[in-house]
């Protein structure tokens, strides 16, 4: 057996899908105009009344499946209304309820605790929107909820009923699920300017110059000559002229530098 498999027989019978199914622990069968949940050996565990006005289900309490059923009968909608002509069957009908409500099943002094604890009530109003009494048949919202000596007076537009405080009830709550989208309204800020860009000027195209020539380089000074007859008292070296003198050694600097011997011209004169 296989929980997953029971579950979705029961689906089934709560919503009509099936008439005729079964596996290894439940079975489902028609029978004269309703029909039936079996479970092992042929328990009766819930009969079906499709023909009623409006739809009704009767669910034999304290089984294995009493209470996975009560939970599958509340999300389709179908409510407890009382126990039927045998005291350990607890019988439900269906009343479509309003979106954005869920349906509470509890004792009810719980009913008369989320009256007076709920902020709405705070605000003074004259109906209860966010909590629905089925009265005759109806959702009605409540007018008032008050007790005395342990009896509860629930007031509706369709007038009191009576209930003791264990008695068990069926109401409709707003959801929890439900957002209360708020629109708050904000001083506006300060205006902010947008920002201007400052357009740049298009870019005119480059005309591709000519290189500048590499200056031509500097054309070196010519070497100093120097007489070979009067070295070793006359040199030339790097462009300068060395004489040894009496007094030291003297350095001519200069251009087209020449140190000649005045004998050796003359001869060459003669």
């Known amino acids: 057996m296989t929980a997953l498999d029971d579950l979705t027989l029961m689906q089934w019978f709560v919503s009509g899908d099936a008439t005729l199914e079964a596996n290894q622990s439940l079975r489902i069968q028609p029978a004269n105009k309703l029909r039936q949940l079996l479970g092992r050996r042929g328990s009766l565990l819930a009969t079906a009344y499709d023909a009623a006005m409006p739809p009704s289900v009767e669910v034999r309490r ?57 902020p709405s009530h705070l605000n003074d109003r004259h109906l209860q929107l966010d909590l629905f009494v089925l009265a005759e048949k109806q959702w009605y919202p409540g007018r008032n909820i008050a007790i005395n000596s342990g009896t509860l007076y629930v007031e509706t537009l369709r007038g009191e009923t009576v209930h003791h405080g264990d008695d068990m009830l069926v109401w409709l709550e707003k959801d929890r699920d439900e957002v209360d989208h708020t629109c708050l309204w904000e001083p506006p800020g300060p205006k902010v300017e947008p920002i201007q860009q400052v357009k740049e000027p298009p870019m005119t195209p480059m005309t591709p110059t000519t290189p500048p020539r590499p200056a031509a380089p500097a054309t070196a000074a010519p070497p100093a000559t120097v007489d070979p007859t009067l070295a070793p008292i006359v040199y030339a070296l790097d462009g300068k002229v060395y004489v040894q003198t009496a007094v030291g050694l003297v350095v001519i600097e200069g251009d087209n530098l020449r140190a000649y011997s005045p004998a050796v011209v003359g001869q060459r004169l003669r």
């Open 62 to 118: 304290h089984t294995d499946y009493s209470d996975v059923l009560h939970q599958i009968l509340i999300d389709h909608h179908f409510v407890p209304i009382g126990q039927g002509l045998d005291s350990q069957v607890l019988c439900y009908a269906r009343y479509p309820i309003p979106d954005g409500y869920r349906i509470v099943y509890g004792q009810a002094r719980q009913l008369w605790k989320q009256w007076w604890t709920h």
